[in-house]
């Protein structure tokens, strides 16, 4: 074995074959105990640089976890999709939220902003309105899957959106991501006796009001 360097909680240590031997015998003696990872080379440049990946790497995972958590789940979500899939995937935590996403769009219609341009009949060239427009006034929400967004049709009343919407979405908690409003609005609920919030939205005073009190209780 020839000559190398040790890299040991932000230090690099040069070794001999033989305590590199030595190195080798100890960590597999007690495997993730020691934080130590061992550069056989001659540069101790080579160190330097794995130094500094493992000094960014943690930072970098906690930046990019969220992104590859959702990327995740919508490539689950397009197997999920896809006959045939469930014996390709193991089931670990993105494929169940992704079979979650899958099952409401099984059981719930969704508009594209096309499909609202067109029902609307509010006219117009660019085919993203008013839809883009009743999203950003909080007046109506969408759920994402490829970049695209899909609005659930129980948000409207004959082409616009229910005037309760806005006041029930400024109730939920803020904390809520747009697939959190999903399925709260398609979840019994049991402070309108178990029915969903989104076949009691007529009743706005009622729908509200528990939108309230999920804010009491939201976690994340």
């Not at 943690?58 to 979500?77: D, F, G, Q, T, V």
């Not at 059981?107 to 594209?112: H, P, V, Y």
């Not at 009743?134 to 129980?154: E, L, M, N, Y």
């Amino acid at each position: 074995m020839k000559r190398g360097y040790l890299y040991e909680e932000q230090h690099i240590r040069d070794f001999s074959p033989e305590q590199a031997e030595e190195a080798i015998d100890l960590i597999q003696s007690e495997p993730g105990r020691y934080g130590i990872i061992a550069v056989p080379a001659a540069d101790p440049n080579l160190a330097v640089h794995i130094r500094d990946l493992c000094r960014w790497l943690p930072r970098l995972l906690l930046e990019k976890r969220e992104k590859i958590s959702e990327e995740r789940i919508e490539k689950a979500l397009e197997l999920l999709m896809t006959e045939d899939s469930f014996a390709k995937v193991d089931r670990n935590i993105e494929f169940d939220n992704a079979e979650l996403r899958a099952d409401f769009f099984g059981r719930e219609t969704c508009f594209n902003s096309t499909d609202i341009h067109e029902i609307s009949h509010q006219g117009g060239k660019n085919k993203s309105m008013p839809a883009s427009r009743w999203k950003k006034d909080g007046r109506i929400f969408a759920v994402s899957f490829h970049g695209q967004d899909f609005f659930p049709k129980f948000q409207f009343r004959e082409g616009d959106p229910h005037p309760a919407m806005k006041k029930v979405l400024s109730a939920l908690p803020k904390e809520m991501t747009p697939w959190q409003t999903a399925f709260w609005f398609t979840s019994e609920n049991g402070w309108l006796n178990g029915s969903r919030p989104c076949d009691a939205i007529d009743d706005t005073d009622a729908v509200c009001r528990a939108a309230e009190m999920e804010g009491e209780t939201f976690i994340g």
